[in-house]
């Protein structure tokens, strides 16, 4: 089996100590002016690969390789606020069919996304020949405790149950599965940015999320490997319309001690 280690090339090291500088485990140390590790629980995060000068670091068994970073990226602040501002759920998409090329720069973005402790626990299913059958079995887990939601809420009160409730007729659904929770919401975000950066809308669906988790059945025809939930879902397509101004938002509540 591939084991997946800390490699330092000791002909290539000058001892510049930047690794060690940045290891958030303290797990690499400079002794004879060469680069070694020393502990056996490192987290694999790639920090020390990623700052060496002489690419004398690799991570052996630990995915993809590494990308030069050749310009300072540096995205203006204000557009940046700006597609935070003005991003709205979508909830009506066109009819048009989003490139392969696009899902998969969206999935990028997911897949690079950082994790806690590195657990890099997050993955993707892609409904897409399921996606229709797969809402109808949530549909039919809805309109099962909705007499008791009814009762409870006025939110669910106020809702009718369609055939489309979850994914609004969306050309695609990207359910997200993770072990931890946030790492998952943390991957969605990112995932909208770059949905957002080619023209395409989303929605957050709470409600799938919720109705996948709490069926099994769903869970099955999902298919969601034992120890990870669904994190989050992701409804996306073109939006079949324009909001021409920023929405309401409660003041910033901040307090500085
Ligand atoms: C975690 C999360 C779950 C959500 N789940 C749903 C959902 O199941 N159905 C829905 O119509 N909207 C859902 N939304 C959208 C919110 O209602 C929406 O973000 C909020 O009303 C603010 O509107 P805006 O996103 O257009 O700014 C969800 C949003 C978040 C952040």
């Not at 991003?87 to 090329?101: A, D, G, H, M, Q």
Request: hydrophobic share 40%; charged share 25%.
């Amino acid at each position: 089996m591939n084991q997946r280690q800390v490699v330092i090339d000791t002909g290539r090291c000058i001892g510049c100590g930047l690794c060690g500088k940045v290891c958030a485990a303290h797990n690499i140390e400079i002794n004879n002016q060469k680069a070694g590790t020393i502990l056996e629980d490192c987290i694999l995060c790639g920090q020390c690969a990623a700052v060496c000068p002489k690419e004398a670091i690799s991570l052996v068994g630990c995915g993809t390789g590494q990308v030069e970073k050749t310009e300072d990226i540096r995205l203006n602040p204000e557009d940046v606020l700006n597609v935070i501002r003005f991003r709205r759920s979508i909830r009506s998409f066109r009819e048009k069919e989003i490139p392969r090329e696009v899902i998969e720069q969206i999935l990028e973005a997911g897949r690079l996304t950082h994790t806690a402790k590195n657990m890099q626990d997050v993955s993707f299913v892609v409904l897409e020949k399921e996606k229709d059958r797969i809402e109808q079995m949530a549909v039919k887990v809805f309109k099962a405790v909705k007499p008791v939601a009814d009762v409870l809420s006025p939110m669910a009160r106020n809702n009718q149950i369609d055939d489309h409730f979850f994914f609004f007729h969306a050309q695609s659904v990207i359910v997200i599965l993770a072990k931890d929770k946030t790492n998952g919401i943390l991957a969605a975000q990112n995932m909208e940015f770059v949905a957002e950066a080619n023209g395409l809308g989303m929605l957050y669906s709470g409600f799938f999320t919720m109705a996948a988790n709490a069926s099994r059945k769903i869970k099955k025809a999902i298919g969601i490997p034992k120890g990870k939930r669904v994190a989050m879902t992701l409804v996306i397509g073109y939006p079949n319309m324009k909001f021409l101004r920023s929405t309401p938002h409660k003041e910033l509540d901040i307090r500085y001690r």
